[in-house]
């Protein structure tokens, strides 16, 4: 079965960078949309940032500008490159493969953001 780990996670002073990675397992990666949410305490889940089999991208508002999600197909890898960072960043942070016929998650990664 599809298997995802995130990684990357920290905690991290407003206006610094971190790089989230999440490497897939068991499908053929590059078949695959690949998708980073967020949640917050409290909080729905929120899309971040979408990366297409093709590698078009697409931002959440609130981090256009400041995020970019990144593939590398060669290493089953989906990056998202964090700058900028607020406290209100702060949240778990998942990545979901998704073939068109199977969707999968991982168990997420923890960003935490001091001001």
């Known amino acids: 079965q599809v298997q995802l780990v995130e990684s990357g996670g920290d905690l991290v002073q407003a206006g610094g960078s971190l790089r989230l990675s999440c490497v897939a397992s068991?499908?053929?990666?590059?078949?695959?949309?690949m998708t980073w949410f967020r949640q917050a305490p409290g909080k729905q889940r929120e899309l971040v940032a979408v990366i297409a089999r093709d590698s078009r991208t697409n931002y959440a508002e609130s981090v256009k500008g400041r995020f970019t999600i990144s593939r590398d197909n060669a290493k089953n890898t989906v990056y998202l490159q964090m700058n900028s960072l607020k406290p209100e960043d702060t949240a778990v942070y998942s990545c979901k493969a998704d073939d068109g016929l199977f969707h999968s998650w991982g168990l997420g990664t923890q960003v935490t953001v001091s001001s």
């Open positions: 068991g499908t053929r990666f590059s078949d695959n949309q």
